[in-house]
């Protein structure tokens, strides 16, 4: 099984330093739904799964981090979520799913193109006929970094620090820093990811036997343009 980064310290904290627009992506992954049931690839502490759950979408979550797990665990209305704990790219759940969604850039923690390919094959399997696979991750933003550089950061603020280092060898991998001011002390945290280009997740899902069915900007379903810093990519499973 591949390295757990989000461990317990990490999960702690977790809700308290990160942000994520759940309401907007609630209403994409309910509509989306349709009254079915759904599956999420890194469920961890349950930011988007509950609030679903909570409109009485029939939710089933994966992760590989039993800490963040245990996080969702101590939240009201968790009793109503299956979870199991295993690698996105290859552990199974019982039954099929209208959708299957994994967000917040998370295909970027498979850190290999291999198990990337991986989880869209793992994520189709999963998929009822004409169900639908939705990510939500961040484009590249190589050409932002200036020439003969390797690291850029990516966020900055009174309380976090986070930078990106960029391995100039290897699979696409780059290093994530992240610096948070906590009281008196500071807090740091860092892990690798893969990041991929969406044409080159639209060829994962081709070779998943899926087909792009719908890309936005955001969650509020902005045009995707050559200027676009994120996406919401849909793919659907064929009926």
């Not at 009254?35 to 999420?40: I, Q």
């Not at 948070?180 to 807090?187: F, K, L, N, T």
């Not at 899902?205 to 902005?222: N, P, Y």
């Amino acid at each position: 099984m591949p390295k757990v980064w989000f461990d317990e310290r990490i999960a702690a904290g977790y809700d308290a330093t990160s942000t994520f627009m759940s309401e907007p992506a609630v209403d994409v992954l309910a509509e989306l739904a349709a009254g079915g049931a759904v599956l999420e690839l890194g469920i961890g502490t349950g930011r988007i799964a509950l609030p679903l759950s909570h409109r009485g979408v029939p939710v089933h979550g994966l992760d590989i981090s039993a800490p963040m797990v245990e996080r969702l665990r101590a939240k009201r209305g968790s009793d109503r979520i299956e979870v199991t704990v295993g690698d996105l790219a290859t552990a199974t759940v019982e039954g099929t799913f209208r959708l299957v969604y994994l967000v917040y850039n998370t295909i970027n923690n498979l850190t290999t193109q291999d198990e990337q390919v991986a989880c869209f094959r793992n994520a189709a399997a999963h998929l009822e006929p004409g169900g639908c696979f939705l990510i939500e991750c961040v484009v590249p933003d190589l050409r932002r970094l200036p020439p003969g550089e390797t690291g850029r950061v990516f966020h900055q603020d009174a309380i976090h620090l986070g930078v990106d280092q960029y391995e100039p060898a290897g699979d696409q991998v780059l290093w994530s820093h992240h610096y948070w001011r906590v009281g008196d002390r500071v807090e740091t945290f860092s892990m690798p990811f893969r990041y991929a280009w969406p044409s080159e997740l639209d060829l994962m899902a081709r070779l998943a036997g899926m087909q792009l069915r719908s890309r936005w900007s955001d969650w509020h379903g902005a045009p995707f343009t050559f200027e676009s810093t994120t996406h919401v990519s849909v793919w659907e499973k064929p009926a």
